[in-house]
């Protein structure tokens, strides 16, 4: 297993690199030149100019900066923005807010989207599977941001159920609307993935022996037949939680949260490479991690899969 | 009843089985007659011919065929829908009308007529969305089919390149380019999304690949002296291709929502070009008051998506028959 695991984050190094170059290289073409930026319409003395231009490493090559931004990677440095803030600071504040929207969407999605597969899967063809089908392809189709505007507006404004904007009635209250949009596609797939796998399953042979030998109903679906059927299921809610904390993009915007997707999207607005490369550089470090850490929950949930 | 097609779950014909005639499928000596009641002549049973008979029987599959022939027609030939050209006969004097009176949807924030623009908003959706997955479908089944058939440094090298952009966040990612690269047309749209967007299919292609490449009918066209070329289009291809074709069908819907997303952002198509993405960005700060700016663009833009995904869905179906 530990083989495995070496051989996995050796995979991980070159991705990890591509990933970042790409990104770093996107940033280096964006267009404008931030230092002048900095002074607006004013010019700023030459000697300014290069003392900070030689500061930001933006004189050198292409290749030489990212490898000095690498260097700094390495040391936990994720450098500093063009006014002068370290850029781990700015994104730390932001952090949280992304973290807590992803976790409750995560959470909607495991509780309620297995639920509504489990409830379906049982019911294959009746009435109760049918409506689960529909009402997910429909959650699927409709942009994220009109599911997020009509949330806002029946459950927050005309309901009150639950504030529309802002954080600041904290966890959970804050984070239950956003985090249920955010929430909605990833659940439709993992309700429509437990359905099909559990309807699959409940044919094989295992779960005849199971039920010949008097095992009640729940023991039945509960031990033998979901855990077989979760392993597509975990897979999906691994690889899913690296895109809900990339993704979150929109939904902040919508319920105006200031979180890593807003910081980002401004950044990138304004020109300030840093921030942009270091918070796509922890978003590709933590999507690398959780799809190493479902991989080895392979072994947990299905004991035949080994490690070598 | 030997005919397989008017007994699907007596004899489920294999996605990825062999192409080569299936010897319980014709009986000798059974009149053609038979042969066409029972649905059309029995030895040219392919797998497609299988599917589309099945299709023709869903009632969802001719539904959402009939809403993107609509929207096909609107994309095609927007004058049959609208006199209005794209942006054209604005009043500011009236503008964000509800519907009724001239104005069937009303109109939008510059006083356009909104059924105008919501006709002519179909054609870079469904451009964008259409070529985005036929390119990536190309790179997917020319480079999936190249790992999976040669593996070794090659599988391993695309297997990698994958990863990389796999691991891209797409929002981020696209808005990155989009506002490295100002003044984008549809074109630069479609490649942003391309570039993105072919990570998995070409995953689902190499493993479909692997999965026939070792078949009997493989090394039997080997031994016969056929070149790897030869083998990888006539004997891998038609039995690898099917479930790359379905979800190529449920990308053309992902792709178009995409897009909206990033014309919602205010990254994508930029003023004068429309698309429901764009009236949805118009819409974000007035639809409280006035909500069919919301409401058109957003029917339109998701019976798209949904009748893709439906169509991906009865099509997946139609070629896997384990789980009807």
Not at chain 1, 55 to 75: E, I, M, S, T
Not at chain 2, 33 to 49: D, E, K, M, R
Not at chain 2, 58 to 70: E, K, P, Q, V, Y
Not at chain 2, 230 to 252: D, E
Request: hydrophobic fraction near 50%; charged fraction near 15%.
């Amino acid at each position: 297993m530990w083989r495995y695991v070496a051989r996995r984050v050796l995979q991980a190094v070159p991705v990890f690199l591509g990933t970042t170059f790409l990104i770093y290289a996107m940033v280096f073409a964006l267009p404008g030149d931030p230092i002048q930026a900095l002074a607006g319409e004013k010019p700023l003395a030459p000697s300014v100019v290069h003392a900070l231009r030689e500061r930001y490493n933006l004189d050198d090559p292409l290749l030489v900066q990212y490898a000095k931004y690498l260097g700094g990677l390495l040391r936990g440095d994720l450098g500093e923005t063009f006014d002068g803030q370290d850029v781990a600071g700015v994104l730390a504040g932001r952090w949280t807010v992304t973290a807590q929207l992803a976790l409750t969407a995560w959470l909607f999605e495991l509780v309620v989207g297995i639920a509504l597969g489990v409830w379906a899967g049982l019911r294959r063809g009746r009435l109760a599977d049918t409506l689960v089908l529909g009402g997910t392809t429909l959650v699927i189709a409709v942009p994220v941001f009109v599911l997020g505007y009509t949330a806002q507006i029946v459950l927050g404004l005309n309901l009150g159920w639950f504030p529309t904007a802002g954080t600041d009635d904290g966890w959970p209250m804050s984070y239950v609307l956003p985090g249920l949009v955010l929430g909605s596609l990833g659940l439709s797939y993992v309700a429509r993935l437990t359905r099909t796998s559990l309807a699959e399953n409940l044919r094989a042979d295992y779960v005849r022996t199971a039920r010949a030998k008097g095992l009640t109903k729940a023991r039945v679906v509960g031990r033998h037949t979901l855990r077989n059927s979760l392993i597509p299921v975990v897979t999906y809610l691994g690889v899913d939680f690296g895109s809900l904390m990339g993704g979150a993009i929109v939904t902040e915007g919508i319920f105006n949260l200031p979180g890593i997707g807003q910081q980002v999207f401004e950044s990138i607005q304004l020109k300030e490479g840093p921030v942009v490369v270091g918070a796509v550089t922890l978003l590709v470090l933590i999507f690398l991690a959780v799809n190493l850490l479902v991989d080895l929950l392979y072994g947990l949930l299905d004991p035949r899969i080994r490690y070598d | 009843m030997t005919d397989k097609i008017a007994d699907p779950e007596g004899a489920p014909p294999e996605p990825g089985a062999p192409d080569a005639p299936d010897a319980g499928a014709v009986v000798p000596g059974t009149p053609a007659a038979v042969a066409a009641q029972a649905g059309g002549p029995v030895a040219g049973a392919s797998l497609w011919q299988d599917a589309w008979h099945d299709l023709r029987r869903r009632r969802l599959f001719w539904a959402s065929a009939a809403i993107l022939l609509l929207v096909g027609a609107m994309a095609a030939a927007p004058g049959l829908f609208t006199d209005r050209g794209k942006n054209e006969d604005c009043d500011p004097n009236a503008a964000k009308l509800p519907p009724g009176g001239g104005h069937l949807f009303g109109t939008d924030v510059s006083g356009c007529d909104y059924f105008a623009h919501v006709v002519h908003g179909a054609r870079p959706t469904l451009l964008i969305g259409v070529a985005v997955t036929a390119f990536a479908l190309v790179i997917a089944v020319v480079f999936g089919m190249l790992a999976g058939y040669y593996g070794g440094v090659l599988d391993a090298l695309i297997a990698r390149v994958t990863d990389v952009f796999f691991g891209l966040p797409f929002v981020l990612g696209a808005t990155v380019i989009l506002v490295a690269f100002p003044g984008h047309g549809i074109g630069a749209m479609t490649l942003v999304l391309v570039l993105l967007g072919w990570t998995t299919m070409i995953r689902i292609m190499r493993a479909q690949v692997i999965a026939v490449r070792d078949a009997d009918y493989v090394q039997a066209a080997r031994l016969l002296g056929a070149s790897d070329l030869r083998i990888m289009r006539r004997h891998i291809l038609p039995n690898a291709i099917a479930p790359v074709v379905v979800v190529a069908t449920l990308n053309v819907g992902n792709v178009i929502a995409g897009e909206a997303t990033l014309d919602f952002l205010g990254v994508g198509l930029q003023y004068p070009q429309v698309s429901w993405g764009l009236q949805l960005n118009q819409a974000q700060s007035y639809f409280v008051d006035h909500p069919h700016l919301l409401i058109f663009p957003a029917v339109f833009l998701s019976a798209t998506v949904l009748s893709f995904l439906m169509l991906g869905d009865a099509v997946r179906d139609a070629l896997d028959p384990r789980l009807r």
